[in-house]
């Protein structure tokens, strides 16, 4: 009897965008702001491991708990990251950086680049999972004391009232792979001008064994000075596949704010 093995091919790409009913206000930094940056290399025949966690809450007043003040936001960020690759040649690199200063649209104040390459031997395998997650809740804010831009300040009186929470992930296990991800964030900048954004992109090829990606979001969104949501999103999302993997790819986006480019 011939065998033939599993041919997975997956190419897809998601995005959730929120735009002017639906917008996160960035909190604002702390009058003093902390960096981390770790690099890591690692080639190796034999047995690697990796595990980091980071949890980071910040609010524009005190982190007191509920309820939130006026014109309070609130936002927790975290992101995990397990690996052991054991028994097999494996070629790993790995940076994270953290900035808690206030960024711009096009800067971040976490990310994450993973590439891993394993080859195992016998009885080798490699199993890797990772997560990120951003959790924020504001109540109404005046448009006037939150935007630079003058047409949007005169446009928007009320910055209403948020509760959006959003994962992205991704896992593999198996004999054989070729690994990339990235994850960026952004939830702290001066003003409202610049939108929240979370995004993850993991690509696996030339692999033996599981892949699987997902995302989970539920968005609350308000009008004006209502207490009450005006829009209820839910949104979940999984994809994996199994045996020869050719090529799985998953992009998730996730961009809310008040303006938006």
Known sequence: M???????????????????????????????????????MVICQGTVTQSVEAVWQQSSEQLDGAPLNAAESNYVMSYNQDMIADQGYVEFTDQKVLDTAAKVANQNNFESTTMLDFIGGPTGYVDYEESTLLDGAGT??????????????????????FCNVIEMGGSFSGSKVILISEVDERHVAASADVPVGLGYEFTVRDAEGRAAAWMNAHLMEGRGNNTLPSADITYNEWTDAAGTINLFYKRFTYDSGVRRA
Not at 140 to 161: E, M
């Open 2 to 40: 011939r065998k033939t093995g599993t041919l997975a091919i997956v190419l897809l790409l998601s995005t959730v965008f929120c735009g002017y009913a639906l917008a996160d206000r960035a909190v604002n930094q702390t009058p003093e702001t902390q960096g981390i940056t770790t690099t890591t």
């Open 140 to 161: 109404s804010s005046s448009g006037s004391d939150s935007l630079i831009c003058p047409f949007g300040a005169s446009s928007v009186n009320t910055i209403p009232a």
